[in-house]
């Protein structure tokens, strides 16, 4: 499985930014997807994912600001993200694995190469 992650870029605060995630995974809509990401000199930390059910989990300190959504027919999910901050400056990485906790990094098997997320104040 093949992941490629768009749609970073630099934006100021209060601004919305969706990010796209494209498979080339046959399997595409059976796998749990994830958003990830890592600021500088922090840990990969979990943002979101959405399971093959559509059902999508988010991270406390985004819970409002963000949506995630899946097309399985173009194999690509969505990250809908509102209302920015400084501090949601990171590269942003999906991901996916099958069967495994949709919050848990070692779960995932599979990662894009990641797109960077800059929010001036």
């Known amino acids: 499985v093949q992941l490629q992650a768009s749609g970073g870029g630099l934006v100021q605060a209060g601004d919305s930014l969706r990010l796209s995630c494209a498979s080339s995974?046959?399997?595409?809509?059976?796998?749990?997807v994830g958003w990830f990401r890592q600021a500088p000199g922090k840990e990969r930390e979990f943002v979101a994912a959405?399971?093959?059910?559509?059902?999508?989990y988010y991270t406390d300190s985004m819970k409002g600001r963000v949506t995630m959504s899946r097309d399985n027919a173009k194999r690509t999910v969505y990250l809908q993200m509102n209302s920015l901050k400084p501090e949601d400056t990171a590269v942003y990485y999906c991901?996916?694995?099958?069967?495994?906790?949709?919050?848990?990094?070692?779960?995932?098997?599979?990662w894009g190469q990641g797109t960077l997320v800059t929010v001036s104040s």
């Open positions: 959405i399971n093959s059910n559509a059902r999508a």
């Open positions: 995974g046959s399997s595409f809509s059976s796998y749990v």
């Open positions: 991901a996916a694995q099958y069967g495994g906790s949709p919050s848990s990094i070692g779960s995932y098997d599979y």
